[in-house]
């Protein structure tokens, strides 16, 4: 999944197979120039990163513990900040996958709410080491997204069992899910997710104006559809001869 950081909206999914490993999707991904992208050690590949960097494409990312690199600069860190280290680092060629020979950053920033230290690597030279900081904590977003999905729509058990009903039904999630954002992010009046999602399943069978509803959602609903149309008994209906 792929999340913008405008709106917190998804611009990419694919579903694959629990067996596929997810930097095989990211390799395939077309980013364009000056992106800036946020990511867990699981898509840790110094290729790709050696190749985004190339491209003018930026990443964020945690580093793996086992990596092999060699410190050349150490930047001043910012008082006050929960920025311990800023360095300018090299990766060791001769250390299997370590193909990015492209001077990167580690930033060492403090997690209170964990009592942990998390290093940073990216190739963002211009910011600011809080604000690499303040990049990668957007990164929860992804995880909230998720959350929000899992307890607001019904994919935790499927109606069918085959490849093809489990992705149906993931697929028809998202799109719910999508929309059900856009109507968030349009309404003046102020939803939480759960709230919008519980009101429009009681709401289903009730004929209103969505775009009425959505800003006015305790007003009375009409007792009768305008200008609905009658129905036949089809039986009644004389045949033309």
Partial sequence: MLLDHDGYLPVYAHVTE????????????SLPKGSIVVMDRGYSDYKLFNRWTKEGIHFVTRLKENADFGV???RPVPKGSNVRKDRLIRLNPFVAGASCRQDLRLVSVWDEENQREIQLLTNLMHLSAATIGAIYKERWQIELFFKALKQSLKIKTFVGTSPNAVRTQIWTALIA??????????????WALSNLVAL????????????????????????TPPDQLELFDLDSISQPT
């Fill in 72 to 74: 050349w600069e150490d």
């Fill in 18 to 29: 629990g067996n596929v490993a997810e930097i095989q999707i990211a390799r395939a991904l």
């Fill in 177 to 190: 899910m999508l929309l059900i954002k856009i109507l968030q992010q349009r309404s003046t009046f102020g």
């Fill in 200 to 223: 429009l399943r009681w709401n289903l069978f009730t004929y209103r104006s969505l775009w009425e509803w959505i800003n006015r959602p305790f007003n009375t609903p009409p007792e």
